[in-house]
T-cell receptor, first 113, second 115 residues
């Protein structure tokens, strides 16, 4: 289930389940969105991106959905594995000139064997 | 793929001293580099954006005289935390992008602990 910690919401799933991580972004003018995975003590790792002219994009085991009407982004991970355990951040690009990214608050995904 | 390194990976220093963190793009020319700070269980907060050969642009609330950024070449940017204090203890992460490429490539981060 999902719980909200002091700062970081946590999603706990069983291995093999599908996981859905949600993100609300702030600026309706944002035109580019990225999901990152961050393992403890490491830098963010690119997972998948989507442009505002699309509403869905699929990668390997991951799918990103974009709903511009409600400014909502989601990351779906199929057949979640213990190695997927990490913090997941969405980021939006507001200033396309310098590609400045604004990161969401993050969700910790915990996958139990 | 594009690789960004940071050095050191961790550093412990005494209060009042200065610490320099390096960010390097290893296999591409980074026209723009970004510095972020991340406190435990929180998100990445952009501190500043630097373009090679020009002054960095700092985000609101970030003291430019305390966090000195130098982007002297297309493969190196440095962040110097001057007169560090315990509240500066954090995880500092850089990222780099080159040319017209949209994607930012992130470094592994530097853990700073100020005693």
């Amino acid at each position: 289930g999902e719980s909200v910690g002091l700062h970081l919401p946590t999603l706990s799933v069983q291995e093999g389940d599908n996981s859905i991580i949600n993100c609300a972004y702030s600026n309706s003018a944002s035109d580019y969105f990225i999901w990152y995975k961050q393992e403890s003590g490491k830098g963010p790792q690119f997972i998948i991106d989507i442009r505002s002219n699309m509403d869905k994009r699929q990668g390997q085991r991951v799918t990103v959905l974009l709903n511009k009407t409600v400014k909502h982004l989601s990351l779906q991970i199929a057949a979640t594995q213990p190695g997927d355990s990490a913090v997941y951040f969405c980021a939006e690009n507001i200033d396309s000139g310098y590609s400045t990214l604004t990161f969401g608050k993050g969700t910790m995904l915990l996958v139990s064997p | 793929g594009a690789v960004v390194s940071q050095h050191p990976s961790w550093v412990i220093c005494k209060s009042g001293t200065s610490v320099k963190i390096e960010c390097r793009s290893l296999d591409f020319q980074a026209t723009t580099m970004f510095w972020y700070r991340q406190f435990p269980k929180q998100s990445l907060m952009l501190m500043a954006t630097s373009n090679e050969g020009s002054k960095a642009t700092y985000e609101q609330g970030v003291e430019k005289d305390k966090f000195l950024i130098n982007h002297a070449s297309l493969t190196l940017s440095t962040l110097t935390v001057t007169s560090a204090h315990p509240e500066d203890s954090s995880f500092y992460i850089c990222s780099a992008k080159g040319g017209l490429v949209h994607e930012q490539f992130f470094g592994p981060g530097t853990r700073l602990t100020v005693l």
